[in-house]
């Protein structure tokens, strides 16, 4: 069983950043490839990011292009997501999940998802709060 322990949550002033980590275990694949969604208040879940661990490819919402970083992490199976000039809309409860395949993750992260594939795990998320 996959399981993900996200990290890094806190309070900051609009414009300022955090640092979010993500760290896998339980993987029964090669490669476990790693994204990002949030959830604010009274809206539906969005993805963010994904990151493809064997080759580095990397996908954006349209949101967050620009101002939000996903990478891997030196520790195996940990990926971290570097957040700077944060606003108030990006208040939420952040969480990342894992697939051992790429496309699906994809698929999640654009909000493209309508087969009811369901990923391997999910963290349980943490709290990303940006005053204004």
């Known amino acids: 069983e996959v399981q993900l322990v996200e990290s890094g949550g806190g309070l900051v002033q609009a414009g300022g950043s955090l640092r979010l980590s993500c760290v896998a275990s339980?993987?029964?694949?090669?490669?476990?490839?790693i994204g990002w969604f949030r959830q604010a208040p009274g809206k539906e879940r969005e993805g963010i990011a994904c990151?493809?661990?064997?080759?580095?490819?990397?996908v954006y919402a349209e949101s967050v292009k620009g101002r939000f970083t996903i990478s891997k992490d030196n520790v195996k199976e940990s990926v971290s997501l570097q957040m700077d000039s944060l606003e108030p809309e990006d208040t939420g409860v952040y969480y990342c999940?894992?697939?051992?395949?790429?496309?699906?993750?994809?698929?999640?992260?654009?909000?493209?998802?309508?087969?009811?594939?369901?990923?391997?795990?999910w963290g349980r998320g943490t709290q990303v709060t940006v005053s204004s």
């Open positions: 999940a894992a697939d051992g395949a790429w496309a699906p993750l994809v698929h999640h992260i654009l909000g493209e998802e309508n087969s009811g594939y369901q990923l391997d795990g």
């Open positions: 990151i493809n661990v064997e080759d580095g490819r990397i």
């Open positions: 339980g993987s029964p694949y090669d490669y476990l490839h």
